[in-house]
T-cell receptor, first 111, second 113 residues
Framework: GQQLNQSPQSMFIQEGEDVSMNCTSSSIFNTWLWYKQEPGEGPVLLIALYKAGELTSNGRLTAQFGITRKDSFLNISASIPSDVGIYFCAGQPNTGNQFYFGTGTSLTVIP | DAGVIQSPRHEVTEMGQEVTLRCKPISGHDYLFWYRQTMMRGLELLIYFNNNVPIDDSGMPEDRFSAKMPNASFSTLKIQPSEPRDSAVYFC???????????FGPGTRLTVT
């Protein structure tokens, strides 16, 4: 199957700091989705991206669809304790219908 | 609006027993997906349905796994017989359009002893 490299694997930051994470693939993708998962819950959709170069915000979260269509980025500004969780990227390649998921970035925010 | 509903939330069973997981997609969503999440392999697609018809079951690990969608508002994933290596969190997700945002249920945590 497709390989999605998500980095960093984990982050420990102080409250108020900005966060950046990314996802890369070896194939061209048509769609990128970003999810957040908290313990014992299902992934919750944060942002969906459908066009190369697209930049979309959801509150303090901003995600971009890379211009090469092989990567995507998620930024969180002014982090707060409730941002804690695991963030997953998911991409759909231009061949096939399924989404492939990254391995996740575990975010810890220190008050 | 109700999201994707899954039951049970937790299931503990003994090896060899039959397990049935249930899912109700978001109303109006024509696509339903079953995923499995483990620490080792992350989130993996098992099978997906369109208009109640299975489209791609290439992710189903083996014949012990089967999935059905008898109507637009209900799907089951059955494991018979269950094995300890089936222990994982199983998620159901739905979408209105293929290739667009998918919405996940809360998952069923399965433990097979």
């Amino acid at each position: 199957g497709q390989q999605l490299n998500q980095s960093p694997q984990s982050m420990f930051i102080q409250e108020g700091e900005d966060v950046s994470m990314n996802c890369t693939s070896s194939s061209i993708f048509n769609t990128w989705l970003w999810y957040k998962q908290e313990p014992g819950e299902g992934p919750v959709l944060l942002i969906a991206l459908y066009k190369a170069g697209e930049l979309t915000s959801n509150g303090r979260l901003t995600a971009q669809f890379g211009i090469t269509r092989k990567d995507s980025f998620l930024n969180i500004s002014a982090s707060i304790p409730s941002d804690v969780g695991i963030y997953f990227c998911a991409g759909q390649p231009n061949t096939g219908n399924q989404f492939y998921f990254g391995t996740g970035t575990s975010l810890t925010v220190i008050p | 609006d109700a999201g994707v509903i899954q039951s049970p939330r937790h299931e503990v069973t003994e090896m060899g027993q039959e397990v049935t997981l249930r899912c109700k997609p978001i109303s109006g969503h024509d696509y339903l997906f079953w995923y499995r999440q483990t620490m080792m392999r992350g989130l993996e697609l098992l099978i997906y349905f369109n208009n109640n018809v299975p489209i791609d079951d290439s992710g189903m690990p083996e014949d012990r796994f089967s999935a059905k969608m008898p109507n637009a508002s209900f799907s089951t994933l059955k494991i018979q017989p269950s094995e300890p290596r089936d222990s994982a969190v199983y998620f159901c997700a739905s979408t209105a359009r293929l290739g667009y945002e998918q919405y996940f249920g809360p998952g069923t945590r399965l433990t097979v002893t």
